[in-house]
């Protein structure tokens, strides 16, 4: 009953499949390359690397404090192109491996991730039917993490092979694209 709940209802698989896919990119280029950039960064290095994750935990606490206060419309819009301002950091680091571009990014992405796990918790609270909701969270968790590990060991080959800087921003253009399709 959940499959057939979820591969009928499209907003649903869209979103996760979507999330497989970004979910692995992010694994792979950012946590994966993230580090491996920053250390071989002077402009960064590895207490850079340190500050830009706590610049992306800030925008996480500042934006779920905003957001107690203000209302969502749309929350699936909100979300999709809140999360693809996590594309940000990939961008930034993939274009000018700097401490700041870094900072600003993962900020600003870890803004946009707040706004998408509020956005799709508030759908799936208000548009799944109270007996379906457990069934279809399970499936979102399968389908969004499924590929985490894959993104883990594909991203170190592809930086040795293509440079690390150019896969982070190959994989930050991918990573905004597929926010932008799954938004259609």
């Given amino acids: 009953e959940g499959w057939t709940y979820v591969r009928t209802t499209t907003w649903l698989w869209v979103v996760v499949l979507a999330f497989g896919a970004l979910n692995m990119i992010q694994s792979g280029a950012l946590h994966t390359l993230g580090p491996v950039l920053a250390k071989n960064t002077d402009a960064i290095g590895e207490s ?3 500050l830009i ?3 992306e935990a800030l925008g996480f606490l500042l934006c779920s404090l905003a957001l107690m206060r203000l209302p ?3 929350p ?3 979300g999709m192109i809140g999360i693809a ?3 940000l950091p990939m961008l930034a680091l993939g274009i000018a491996p700097v401490l700041a571009a870094g900072m600003v990014g993962a900020f600003i992405g870890g803004l946009g991730t707040e706004v998408f796990s509020l956005a799709w918790n508030l759908a799936m609270q208000e548009h799944v039917p109270d007996e379906m909701l457990s069934r279809a969270y399970s499936y979102d968790a399968l389908g969004s993490f499924v590929a985490i590990p894959l993104g883990q060991l594909a991203f170190g080959p592809l930086g040795h092979v293509f ?3 150019d896969v982070m921003l ?3 253009v991918v990573y905004v694209l597929i926010c932008a399709a799954a938004l259609t």
């Fill in 48 to 50: 850079g690397w340190g």
């Fill in 53 to 55: 994750l706590s610049a």
């Fill in 72 to 74: 969502m419309r749309r």
């Fill in 76 to 78: 699936l819009r909100a």
């Fill in 85 to 87: 301002a996590l594309g």
């Fill in 163 to 165: 440079g690390v800087q």
């Fill in 170 to 172: 190959v994989s930050g």
